[in-house]
């Protein structure tokens, strides 16, 4: 990672970065004797859709306050469209769009008024403030609902009007802490759908959520945060398949999960199974076996072959898919402030 020493302060962003719209560099934050975020550092591009999961008080929400301005670091430094959250704030909320997982609405304002007066807060004016409101309405499935006052929003609608006031002013980088919480399923889906679309825009998104197997469908990479530090940065495949170290200092092997399938119960398959290696962790339930597998796929095609030639009759032995929860719980410890 580079680190960029000249904080910007001109109304032109770095173009030597222009490709990084997020980017933090040591940030940390401390309350009392709680360090909040420990040198957090890490970097988002254009167009990217940049997971961010951690548990319960890890330290998202306190990074995401600080990139949208609403908190300033401890020390370090971090920067939004090239330019500084601390010395050009303004600039940054011209460029920058929050979501937060909380926000305040106002009974008796309908959509139409309320998405309005954050359109006026940002300067729009005339002609360019009537485009915003026909353009993001649209875009979030509201303009038939532009009459309706928000007290009679369901939460998913109530999701969608949040994130229309954080498109009001066409941010190029957008935050998003915790977009999907509390909607059904459909309304998930239909997030997923415009979160998706706004990356094919050229936009750049950081999501915080803990659904990760929602997350998962639409992140390009993801960043893991615990007690303050990042832990793992990379694309799902990119943290699983990463050497760990358990806590004595040793190692670990990456495993797979492997789950069998056999025409009939078997009692040699779970001794064979017990004589590998490479094997570890083994479930039996009736016809079905799942266990962990630590070989590579030569060593995994010898195991399914010593099982055929001694004529275990088996159905199925498929490796599952490694998932993004896999990933978190590979990476973090449990561990809380």
Same mark, same amino acid.
Request: proline fraction near 3%.
């Given at each position: 990672?580079?680190?960029?020493?000249?904080?910007?302060?001109?109304?032109?962003?770095?173009?030597?970065?222009?490709?990084?719209?997020?980017?933090?560099?040591?940030?940390?934050?401390?309350?009392?004797?709680?360090?909040?975020?420990?040198?957090?550092?890490?970097?988002?591009?254009?167009?990217?859709?940049?997971?961010?999961?951690?548990?319960?008080?890890?330290?998202?929400?306190?990074?995401?306050?600080?990139?949208?301005?609403?908190?300033?670091?401890?020390?370090?430094?971090?920067?939004?469209?090239?330019?500084?959250?601390?010395?050009?704030?303004?600039?940054?909320?011209?460029?920058?769009?929050?979501?937060?997982?909380?926000?305040?609405?106002?009974?008796?304002?309908?959509?139409?008024?309320?998405?309005?007066?954050?359109?006026?807060?940002?300067?729009?004016?005339?002609?360019?403030?009537?485009?915003?409101?026909?353009?993001?309405?649209?875009?979030?499935?509201?303009?038939?609902?532009?009459?309706?006052?928000?007290?009679?929003?369901?939460?998913?609608?109530?999701?969608?009007?949040?994130?229309?006031?954080?498109?009001?002013?066409?941010?190029?980088?957008?935050?998003?802490?915790?977009?999907?919480?509390?909607?059904?399923?459909?309304?998930?889906?239909?997030?997923?759908?415009?979160?998706?679309?706004?990356?094919?825009?050229?936009?750049?998104?950081?999501?915080?959520?803990?659904?990760?197997?929602?997350?998962?469908?639409?992140?390009?990479?993801?960043?893991?945060?615990?007690?303050?530090?990042?832990?793992?940065?990379?694309?799902?495949?990119?943290?699983?398949?990463?050497?760990?170290?358990?806590?004595?200092?040793?190692?670990?092997?990456?495993?797979?999960?492997?789950?069998?399938?056999?025409?009939?119960?078997?009692?040699?398959? &779970?001794?064979?199974?017990?004589?590998?290696?490479?094997?570890?962790?083994?479930?039996?339930?009736?016809?079905?076996?799942?266990?962990?597998?630590?070989?590579?796929?030569?060593?995994?095609?010898?195991?399914?072959?010593?099982?055929?030639?001694?004529?275990?009759?088996?159905?199925?032995? &498929?490796?599952?898919?490694?998932?993004?929860?896999?990933?978190?719980?590979?990476?973090?410890?449990?561990?809380?402030?």
């Amino acid at each position: 990672m580079v680190n960029i020493t000249n904080p910007q302060t001109s109304d032109s962003a770095d173009t030597s970065q222009a490709d990084v719209t997020i980017r933090l560099d040591n940030v940390s934050r401390v309350f009392g004797s709680t360090r909040a975020v420990d040198r957090l550092s890490f970097s988002v591009r254009r167009g990217e859709v940049f997971g961010f999961i951690g548990p319960n008080g890890a330290g998202k929400t306190t990074s995401m306050r600080i990139l949208s301005t609403l908190d300033t670091p401890t020390a370090g430094h971090a920067w939004v469209d090239g330019f500084s959250v601390v010395d050009d704030p303004d600039r940054v909320r011209k460029r920058l769009g929050w979501m937060p997982d909380g926000f305040g609405t106002y009974s008796f304002v309908n959509c139409e008024e309320y998405l309005d007066f954050f359109a006026r807060s940002y300067g729009l004016k005339a002609n360019d403030r009537r485009n915003a409101l026909k353009r993001v309405m649209s875009f979030t499935q509201l303009d038939g609902m532009a009459n309706k006052p928000i007290k009679g929003l369901s939460k998913g609608m109530k999701q969608r009007l949040c994130l229309g006031r954080t498109l009001i002013h066409d941010p190029s980088v957008l935050i998003l802490d915790e977009p999907a919480a509390g909607l059904d399923p459909r309304a998930r889906i239909e997030l997923r759908e415009m979160i998706t679309a706004l990356a094919a825009d050229g936009k750049t998104l950081l999501v915080s959520s803990h659904i990760l197997t929602e997350l998962a469908e639409m992140v390009d990479r993801v960043g893991i945060i615990e007690q303050g530090q990042l832990l793992a940065v990379g694309t799902v495949d990119e943290i699983l398949n990463r050497k760990s170290v358990d806590d004595n200092g040793e190692v670990e092997q990456t495993k797979s999960r492997i789950q069998l399938q056999l025409l009939d119960a078997d009692p040699r398959v &779970a001794t064979m199974l017990q004589q590998n290696e490479w094997v570890s962790e083994i479930r039996v339930v009736g016809r079905e076996i799942k266990f962990q597998f630590a070989g590579d796929q030569e060593q995994q095609a010898g195991l399914l072959k010593a099982l055929i030639d001694n004529e275990c009759r088996i159905v199925e032995f &498929a490796s599952q898919r490694k998932s993004l929860e896999d990933a978190f719980l590979s990476v973090t410890k449990g561990r809380v402030q």
